[in-house]
């Protein structure tokens, strides 16, 4: 019987392919950090409440004027979206990344040069929604699936806490800017984070599968295996992962918005009910790192269903009109269970759909799933202003968000349709 056997330096040669594939790949990932960290849905979104007061009274707007504007950049941002996934699965995700990510920055330190005409401000708005979609987790959860099979859920979830960290950091260091040096300044300073600093690293560091130099299987992603988006959108898949994490991202979004407000109705101090909100943001930190670890442990349906349990706790414990420790503990596992999401959804696109089209695909689901974030909290306004109380809308929150767990049961097994670069 003939067997091929490799000869030593041949041996030596594979395994250091290897290793540089494998350093590459991890490479890839700090690169998408970075710039997950200082994308639109992280700094634009995060600083945004902390310059409008000053941008009011700077041009004598109102609030309705500024806020306008952020509308515009998101609903810009949710249209051009799937636009971004497509050109990503077409073209490779790190041309789309870096010239969007260029121009997020340099319309960022344009806004320090803002004149008191609203039409300015619009026309900056709209550009920054156009090119945010492409700085965003679609197309970096697109080129680090491609790099990763085996440890992806990890390597999506380290990727994801760069936007994490954003919201407990930029809020805090936007307001410092203004106070130290000033409104344009704080903006000029912010962009300029974008151009030096995120900009050179995603040049040097972010690398498409297949055409970077030193990996091992330089074709293998080109034609990727997976459904198209008109299979996916016909798949009973697709419409368990949108309805389940709809339904969960409204009641978290409307316990996260409320949340102060909530807590100091029942007596606890502002200071107290804002350090809530914070241990909130940091355990949904500690949430996408544990997540990713266990998306590469346990089957399918597993993680969500953990995740949305842990969620309907932390709610159900705040219906009971809980307020000091309980309701900072019920804060913390709503943040827990919340951090699951941003890893979570790309990882099963990746792997019930594969990567054919993966960045179209997951981006219909980011555009729809924020919807119900955008929902909860009017819903639970609504139900305050008409009994007084948020404990009915929140045991409401809490059940539903148990439909959505036992939703994921209906998750089946993965299907084979092939793997990425093996890491």
Excluded at 102 to 129: C, E, K, N, Q
Aim: with cysteine; proline share 4%; glycine share 12%.
């Amino acid at each position: 019987m003939f067997r091929f056997r490799l000869h030593p330096m041949q041996t030596k040669e594979l395994f250091s392919a290897e290793d540089a594939n494998r350093r590459t790949a991890w490479f890839v990932v700090g690169a998408s950090w970075i710039g997950l960290f200082l994308h639109f849905g992280s700094l634009l979104v995060n600083t945004f409440g902390v310059f409008l007061t000053t941008l009011c009274d700077q041009f004598n707007w109102t609030r309705t004027q500024v806020s306008l504007a952020f509308m515009l950049a998101t609903l810009t941002a949710m249209l051009a979206m799937p636009l971004t996934g497509w050109m990503a699965d077409r073209f490779g995700a790190r041309r789309p990344i870096l010239v969007c990510t260029t121009i997020f920055g340099a319309a960022f330190v344009a806004l320090s040069m803002l004149t008191p005409r609203l039409w300015h401000l619009y026309g900056l708005f709209l550009l920054l929604g156009l090119v945010g979609p492409g700085t965003s987790a679609v197309p970096h959860a697109g080129v680090i699936s491609r790099w990763f099979s085996d440890r992806r859920g990890l390597a999506l979830g380290v990727a994801m806490s760069g936007t994490a960290l954003g919201g407990v950091v930029w809020p805090s260091a936007s307001q410092y800017l203004i106070d130290d040096f000033g409104w344009r300044m704080a903006y000029a300073i912010l962009g300029g984070a974008v151009l030096f600093i995120a900009v050179p690293l995603l040049f040097i560091f972010l690398k498409d599968p297949g055409r970077a130099s030193n990996t091992v299987s330089q074709g293998e992603v080109v034609m990727a295996a997976g459904l198209t988006r008109i299979e996916a959108l016909r798949s009973g898949v697709f419409w368990v992962i949108v309805i389940g994490f709809f339904i969960v991202m409204a009641s978290i979004q409307a316990c996260m918005i409320h949340l102060i407000p909530m807590l100091t109705d029942r007596g606890m101090s502002p200071t107290r009910a804002a350090f809530a909100a914070s241990m909130l943001g940091l355990t949904g930190l500690i949430g996408r790192l544990a997540t990713g670890y266990l998306l590469d442990l346990l089957p399918a349906a597993h993680v969500p269903i953990l995740a949305f349990c842990t969620i309907a706790i932390g709610i159900l414990i705040l219906s009971a009109g809980v307020a000091g420790t309980p309701a900072i503990l019920a804060a913390m596992l709503i943040g827990l269970g919340y951090g699951a999401e941003a890893a979570t959804i790309p990882y099963l696109v990746s792997r019930y759909f594969g990567l054919r089209s993966f960045a179209e695909i997951y981006s219909y689901i980011f555009v729809a799933v924020p919807l119900g974030g955008a929902l909860g909290p009017v819903l639970m306004g609504v139900g305050f202003d008409r009994t007084g109380s948020y404990q009915l809308v929140l045991l409401v929150c809490g059940l539903m968000t148990i439909a959505a767990a036992g939703l994921m049961i209906r998750l089946s097994s993965y299907p084979v349709i092939g793997r990425s670069t093996g890491n």
